[in-house]
């Protein structure tokens, strides 16, 4: 999807409502981002709401992928730590609407995600994603090492458990140099 554009969010009530949306979708669809099926959109809104406040504190950066005036999929990166790790960030809440998965959507926010936590002097990241129906697959092609399974981490979005996979990347400075050939 070349026309997609990937901008960071801020809090504004249309925004929460799109991202609520999508929540909303991804919960029913069985994405396993912390909530629950069914998921009332006022109770997602409610959680938007809060991210992007924190986002606004410089806690977190929360991007969206455009496609003209339809929010595709969002991702947020974590970069409120305690002292001992402000080399780090954590990626959380990768959500991709049903109907734009597999067109390179998620692949793009993730490198979007992965440029800012550089720009940001952060060297390492880390996620986790659902063993079952997760997004291994994208986050192994995106060069992500597997740690490792947690079993029955979390009950899936329709009830049963599901483990959660723990993957980690260095970025940052290595990755810049590679990137403008002074590696």
């Not at 026309?3 to 504004?12: A, G, H, R």
């Not at 410089?58 to 974590?78: H, I, P, Q, Y």
């Not at 597997?146 to 940052?172: M, V």
């Amino acid at each position: 999807m070349t026309s997609t554009e990937i901008t960071v969010l801020s809090q504004d009530a249309e925004t929460e409502k799109l991202l609520a949306a999508l929540l909303v979708e991804t919960v029913a669809a069985g994405g396993s981002v912390s909530f629950m099926h069914p998921l009332a959109q006022d109770a997602a809104e409610a959680f938007w709401r809060t991210s992007l406040a924190a986002a606004a504190l410089g806690e977190r950066v929360v991007l969206g992928a455009w496609d003209g005036d339809v929010l595709a999929g969002t991702v947020t990166l974590l970069l409120d730590f305690p002292p001992n790790q402000p080399h780090r960030a954590e990626i959380a809440k990768l959500m991709t609407g049903v109907d734009r998965r597999g067109q390179g959507v998620a692949t793009r926010l993730m490198r979007a995600a992965e440029d800012i936590a550089g720009e940001r002097g952060r060297t390492l990241l880390v996620l986790d994603t659902a063993s079952e129906e997760g997004a291994s697959g994208l986050y192994e092609k995106l060069g992500f090492t597997l740690t490792g399974e947690i079993p029955d981490f979390a009950l899936k979005p329709h009830g049963g458990l599901t483990g959660t996979l723990i993957y980690w990347k260095r970025i940052g400075a290595s990755l810049q140099s590679a990137r403008s050939g002074k590696a």
